[in-house]
């Protein structure tokens, strides 16, 4: 009997202090002992030697979908949320596109593939990945060897007048990625030889670069609190239901590729003092800022 009265007691202070004084009891034990995002998504810092030399291991900020965040259902209009907008357009802004037609590398900087018939995943880099993947196209280290699979049809940036293929690199991430239609292994092939035996292959092709644009982080920064928490579908409800409960404004999504389906984003408007609190709840428990780490990306741009 005691105990059920404590308990009830319990949850007459927990309404209390969430909904009188705006403090986020509820969202603390929700965040309290939470996993390490970066180790399960090391794209999301950049970790290369974890992460692959597949052009799908670079964190997609370019795609980043803002349709993808929801605002939820239900409103509490005491604290704000009419105010809350529904779109967020610097979400779609994050990031800028430059091309340059015909721009010219060695072999030795491409540093990744877009496709391969190979898994790409787990390699440190494309030596390690041809190692492992096609070592009979790697046994003679010579001229010879490296003319005979430099003459592979498929590597079409080199041996087919009309191709598709092009470069991609994105700032964040700082790689050059060749975007091809086959002949990953004889390309990497090439690339490996090449290097042991000091030949220069030259490449030329079109090069599109995305970069984030810092002046739109900034005013993101200026409007909302940012932060990733690592996807479970019971603590992102626990989550959600916490935000609620205290009557802070949010909304919430998932990340771009790679990380889409590892973690999911939260943003608290700082114009909702309830939302502010909540904030510096998910601060105090360790709560990855995803705002602060954009800032960080885009000083690269």
């Known amino acids: 009997m005691m105990n059920a009265s404590s308990n009830h007691l319990g949850r007459v202070v927990t309404y209390l202090r969430e909904d009188l004084l705006a403090q986020p009891v509820r969202l603390r034990r929700a965040l309290t002992d939470q996993p390490n995002l970066v180790n399960s ?8 030697e974890e992460s692959g030399v597949g052009l799908d291991s670079v964190m997609q900020w ?10 939820p259902a239900r409103q509490r209009l005491d604290v704000g949320y009419r105010h809350a907008p529904r ?9 800028k596109e430059t091309e340059i037609p015909e721009w010219s590398c060695d072999i030795q900087e491409v540093e990744g593939i877009a ?23 790697i046994e003679d280290i010579s001229e010879e060897g490296l003319a005979a699979v430099l003459s592979h049809d498929q590597i079409r940036i080199l041996n087919s007048p009309r191709h598709s293929d092009y470069f991609q690199k994105h700032t964040w991430d700082g790689r050059v990625f060749w975007v091809n239609d086959g002949g990953s292994h004889h390309f990497a092939a090439a690339r490996y030889i090449a290097s042991r035996i000091g030949q220069p292959v030259r490449l030329t092709a079109l090069l599109k670069t995305y970069s984030i644009d810092p002046d739109v982080v900034s005013s993101l920064r200026e409007q909302y609190e940012v932060f990733a928490i690592e996807e479970d579908e019971e603590r992102r409800l626990a989550v959600q239901s916490a935000l609620e409960s205290v009557g802070a404004a949010y909304c919430w999504g998932q990340l771009p590729p790679p990380c889409a389906e590892q973690a999911f ?3 608290l408007p700082k114009n909702d003092r309830r939302a502010r609190r909540a904030a510096q ?11 602060a780490h954009l800032s960080e990306l885009s000083a690269t741009s």
Request: hydrophobic share 40%; aromatic share 6%; charged share 25%.
């Open 41 to 48: 998504c090391p794209a999301l810092l950049g970790r290369h």
């Open 62 to 71: 370019h795609r980043w979908n803002p349709q993808d965040l929801s605002w």
């Open 87 to 95: 779109h967020i357009p610097e979400l779609r802004a994050l990031c």
């Open 115 to 137: 496709a391969s018939k190979s898994k790409l995943e787990g390699a440190s880099d494309l030596d390690a990945w041809v190692e492992s993947r096609a070592s009979h196209l």
């Open 265 to 267: 984003v939260v943003l």
């Open 281 to 291: 709840v998910m601060r105090e428990t360790g709560t990855f800022d995803l705002g």
